[in-house]
């Protein structure tokens, strides 16, 4: 089993859980999140006055697939994520040893599907 965490552009979203609901991965976490990458930010002006936003809004999704799943969901996230421009995000892979569902106690890829 593998984490996926993908840092995504906010817009991308619904596109991006359509697309992982298709191949099976219904399993998410989503939060909103702040950061900085090449992007660097920008530069926003107020009433003649300066602003510099360093830290931009994007989404960060989670899920946890089995090894059997996981191009696909890469492929998914990849595909529809994608604009072209910088700031588009980063996929994160994080091996995961083990998972247990609270409810039934079943362990490994049964606690995630």
């Not at 995504?8 to 990458?37: C, F, N, Q, Y």
Request: charged content about 30%; overall charge negative; glycine content about 10%.
């Amino acid at each position: 089993m593998v984490k996926i965490e993908a840092v995504i552009r906010p817009e991308k979203l619904d596109d991006v859980k359509s697309a992982l609901d298709e191949i099976g991965v219904s399993g998410i976490t989503v939060m909103e999140v702040r950061g900085a990458g090449q992007q660097r930010g920008y530069v926003h002006r107020y009433r003649g006055a300066e602003y510099r936003v360093n830290l931009l809004e994007k989404v960060k999704l989670e899920a946890v697939v089995p090894d059997a799943q996981l191009d696909a969901a890469i492929d998914a996230i990849v595909t529809v994520g994608r604009t072209g421009e910088v700031g588009d995000g980063k996929i994160f892979l994080i091996p995961i040893a083990d998972a247990v569902r609270v409810r039934t106690g079943e362990r490994g890829e049964a606690a995630i599907q």
